[in-house]
């Protein structure tokens, strides 16, 4: 289940930031929909980088068996 979060957020990090990049490019990068875009993007960052964590921490478990 780990892995799947963590491939799941991987990719919705990847929308996210393609989403962020064009609507900087429509509206400017301090218009309010781009900083609520960054926003969610970096809420979404921490996510990837703490399930990041527990994916390695599983692998780590699995190899000590």
């Not at 990068?29 to 969610?40: F, G, H, R």
């Amino acid at each position: 289940a780990t892995i799947l979060r963590y491939v799941w957020l991987k990719n919705k990090n990847a929308w996210k930031r393609r989403k962020m990049h064009i609507t900087a490019a429509r509206y400017g990068l301090t218009d309010e929909k781009t900083v609520i875009c960054s926003q969610e993007l970096d809420v979404l960052l921490n996510k990837y980088q703490h399930s990041k964590k527990g994916v390695f921490i599983q692998n780590y478990r699995s190899t000590m068996k």
